[in-house]
C-alpha cells in the first residue's frame, strides 16, 4: 500500500540576507543525446494539398468524418520548433530551473520509505493508486521514477496562510507563491551552433533538435545560500558524490531512444566578497584573480563534495538518481521508439 508522508519544513530564510554562499556559479550542459525545449511555435506540414482538399470536399458532402479524419491524420504533421533568444538557440533559464527543482522532488520520493519527506510535491495531488498502463499518459514517467509516483505526501501548505513563516527546503531555495526565489538561471545558449529536424513516427510530428555534442553555458547566480542548499542544487544538477551523472531535459525524454540525456559540469564559482569567511570555514580556500574571488579546479571540487556530504546528512531521503540510465536499463520494456 502507497505510503503517506508528513513534510518537514524548514524555517523561511529571510530573502534581503546575504548568508553563507553568495555569487555566480558558471555551469554548463553538455548533449549525449538529441533534446527538443520547445518555443511553444509549430507549424502545420500537409505532404498533398490536393488531397486535402479532396477530403474536404467529402466532409461537406455529409460524408463519413471519421473516415475521412482518419485519411487526413495520414496526410498532416506537426513540426514543434527549438526556443530561441533573438537569433541564438537556447534552452530558458526557467526550464533548467525547473528539470533541477524537479528532480529533486521527484528524488525525495523514489525511496517509498519513511514516515517524513524533506520536499514537497503539491501537483502529484491526488496520487495514483498504481502505475498506469502501458501507453497510458505518463507511463513511461512513471516506470522511471517508480514509487516516487505512488507515494502520498503532505502538501505545501503556503497557499492557505496569509503569511509564509516556513517551508520545505526546496521551496525554501527555489521560491514558492509568494516567496522569490534564492537561485537565479541565465538561459542556457551555446555559440555557432545549429539544429536539425527529426522525425517521430510514433506521434507523427517532427522536432527541431539540438545535436549530441552540443555544449551549452550558463550562468547560476546565489543568494545567501547555505553549504546544504548547495548540496541540494548540485544534487538536483546529477551529483551522486563521484561525478555529474547523466539527466533528462526537454520534450520527448521519456519516449524516445536517443533523445534527451544530457549531463553538467560546473567551472568555477565567482565569489561575494561577503561570502569569504563562511566558503574559507568551510575548509575551501579562494584565489583572487582579474575576475574578482574565484573558486575552481580541486578547490571548487572540495567544495562541492562538502556541500553534497552536508546535504546528504540534512536531507537523507533526497537520494541521487539517474533517470536517463533509469531510461535505458527499462529500454526493452518501455518500447522507445527512435527519432530520425
Given at each position: 500500500m502507497p505510503l503517506s508522508q508528513k513534510l518537514s519544513r524548514v524555517p523561511l530564510t529571510d530573502r534581503s540576507s546575504l548568508k553563507g554562499v553568495t555569487g555566480i556559479l558558471i555551469a554548463s550542459l553538455r548533449l549525449l543525446d538529441k533534446v527538443h525545449v520547445g518555443s511553444g511555435?509549430?507549424?502545420l506540414i500537409v505532404s498533398d494539398w490536393n488531397a486535402v482538399k479532396r477530403l474536404s470536399q467529402e466532409v461537406l458532402a455529409s460524408k463519413a468524418i471519421e473516415r475521412v479524419g482518419a485519411q487526413a491524420v495520414n496526410l498532416m504533421s506537426i513540426s514543434l520548433k527549438f526556443t530561441r533568444v533573438g537569433q541564438k538557440v537556447c534552452i530558458p533559464g526557467s526550464a533548467i530551473k525547473g528539470v533541477i527543482r524537479t528532480r529533486l522532488e521527484l528524488m525525495a520520493g523514489k525511496r517509498g520509505s519513511g514516515n517524513v519527506t524533506s520536499v514537497c510535491l503539491s501537483f502529484a495531488r491526488p496520487r495514483m493508486k498504481g502505475l498506469p498502463a502501458p501507453g497510458s499518459q505518463g507511463w513511461r514517467h512513471a516506470r522511471i521514477w517508480g514509487l516516487t509516483v505512488l507515494v502520498d505526501r503532505e502538501p505545501e501548505s503556503y497557499l492557505e496562510e496569509e503569511q509564509i513563516f516556513e517551508l520545505c527546503p526546496?521551496?525554501?531555495?527555489?521560491?514558492?507563491?509568494?516567496?522569490?526565489?534564492?537561485?537565479?538561471?541565465?538561459?542556457?545558449?551555446?555559440?555557432n551552433c545549429s539544429t536539425q529536424m527529426c522525425a517521430i513516427s510514433e506521434y507523427n510530428m517532427r522536432v527541431d533538435v539540438l545535436p549530441p555534442g552540443t555544449m551549452l553555458k550558463s550562468s547560476i547566480v546565489l543568494r545567501g545560500v547555505t553549504v546544504e542548499e548547495l548540496g541540494l542544487l548540485i544534487i538536483g544538477m546529477g551529483f551522486d558524490g563521484i561525478n555529474f551523472k547523466p539527466i533528462l531535459i526537454g520534450r520527448m525524454k521519456y519516449s524516445c531512444e536517443g533523445m534527451g540525456k544530457a549531463v553538467f559540469s560546473i567551472e568555477k564559482l565567482r565569489v561575494a566578497t561577503y561570502s569569504l569567511d563562511y566558503i574559507k570555514g568551510l575548509g575551501v580556500s579562494i584565489k583572487q584573480s582579474t575576475e574578482g574571488f574565484v573558486i575552481e579546479g580541486e578547490e571548487l571540487k572540495k567544495l562541492i563534495n562538502v556541500a553534497f556530504s552536508k546535504a546528504r546528512e540534512r536531507y537523507p531521503d533526497v537520494e541521487p538518481f539517474s533517470e536517463a540510465e533509469e531510461k535505458e536499463n527499462l529500454s526493452s520494456q518501455l518500447n522507445l521508439v527512435r527519432c530520425i
Open positions: 511555435e509549430f507549424n526546496v521551496c525554501n531555495l527555489f521560491g514558492a507563491p509568494g516567496t522569490a526565489s534564492r537561485v537565479l538561471f541565465s538561459d542556457m545558449c551555446c555559440d
